[in-house]
């Protein structure tokens, strides 16, 4: 099922707005490598499902092709899409290595940050979960505590997330909706969120070439949005997120 033609995205209202229950969860849908296969489909179903999302971009991906910079334009010019930083080069997928320069890494998000004209410094590490709030400090791999540290100290504020939908051998959403679904309702029940009713939702543009997941993915978010018992921000406005602008 590839969407068409989506509608005009209405205006998202706030978390605080009088027209939102401050009992229900918030949903931050992020969503990695962009631009990038799948990036037009992800702003098609969000239309369609008028939900707002975050875009983590990766500085080379902009002028990998022609195909990727039309796409920059669209995510740059949507109002329900939030631009933030991935890095210039997603470490070469040499995470390692990348991890080991800690004045590297921050040079590379500093070169994202400018070629992509950000308006904020919010960031998330390639190929790794990382969080460096003012409130939260974690790192999955020691080996690269130092360079998030450098980060936190370059002034980015670093994100990671909560819970990532995986994809198959054949880079297609691993699994169905409603297993998705069962893990976000685990997460909230026992309280394993970085911050309390406020779960990171993460996967990545070029999972949505096929038609199963572009539908699993909108199916997912339907569902979530019928329950009635969420809300979907952007993730600028994550608890004490703090950005720092230009």
Not at 28 to 41: I, K, S, W
Not at 62 to 82: C, H, M, R, T
Not at 84 to 96: L, R
Not at 201 to 225: C, M, P, V
């Amino acid at each position: 099922m590839i969407l068409k033609n989506p509608p005009v995205a209405k205006i998202v209202p706030k978390i605080d707005d009088e027209n939102v229950s401050t009992n229900k969860r918030v949903i931050y849908l992020t969503f990695d490598d962009g631009p990038n296969r799948g990036t037009e489909n992800l702003l098609k179903i969000l239309h369609k499902r008028n939900v707002c999302a975050t875009a983590f971009l990766v500085g080379k991906h902009a002028v990998g092709s022609k195909k990727q910079k039309e796409d920059l334009e669209l995510l740059k010019k949507d109002q329900l899409i939030e631009l933030a930083n991935h890095s210039f080069t997603h470490a070469h997928n040499k995470y390692t290595d990348f991890y080991k320069n800690p004045a590297a890494v921050v040079q590379d998000f500093d070169v994202a940050k400018d070629s992509l004209k950000l308006l904020n410094k919010i960031a998330r590490t390639p190929g790794r979960n990382i969080w460096r709030l003012n409130n939260i400090t974690v790192t999955d791999l020691k080996s690269s505590t130092e360079a998030a540290n450098s980060l936190k100290k370059a002034g980015y504020q670093v994100i990671g997330w909560d819970l990532e939908w995986k994809p198959t051998n054949k880079m297609e959403l691993k699994g169905k909706h409603q297993e998705m679904l069962k893990k976000v309702d685990s997460i909230f029940y026992n309280d394993l969120e970085k911050t309390s009713r406020h779960l990171v939702f993460l996967t990545h543009d070029q999972y949505l070439t096929d038609a199963d997941s572009i539908n699993e993915l909108d199916l997912f978010i339907e569902k979530l949005q019928k329950s009635n018992r969420f809300v979907f921000r952007k993730i600028s406005e994550y608890p004490k997120i703090n950005e720092v602008l230009n």
